[in-house]
């Protein structure tokens, strides 16, 4: 099967695959964790490849950079969550180890496509 538009993008479908960890994540969490941290975890993992899909249908590659600066906030904001479930002994870090290693590559694949906007601002939908 072909993928068009943003479901075609590497970046996208490794937020997407983001979201299914931490829905994991959240899910062996639910016995200790606040409800609100577990909220709060599963609507910034959604929310990064939400702002990459809503930037990719953006008309101005100005615009599509708000999206993807949103997605590196989000991406960090949700980084501290995961290491603050750790670091409260919620969860052992051996069992984020993939979640974090995720995330590091989110960061360098957002700033790939950052670069990549920057550079080509004409051509912010050939990626």
Known sequence: MSFRGYQGLTV???A???VELVYHLTNVLAND????LLGDLR???LAIPSHLAAGYQT???EEYLRHVHAAQVTLASLDTGVTTV???NWV???DTN???SLITHMDQLLGCLERYLTTNPSGARAQ
Do not use: I
């Open 33 to 36: 964790a606040t409800p609100e």
């Open 59 to 61: 008309t101005s590659t």
């Open 12 to 14: 996208w479908n490794r």
């Open 16 to 18: 997407v695959d983001l």
């Open 43 to 45: 609507r910034k993992a």
């Open 92 to 94: 052992d870090k051996e």
């Open 86 to 88: 750790v670091q409260l």
């Open 98 to 100: 993939e979640l974090q």
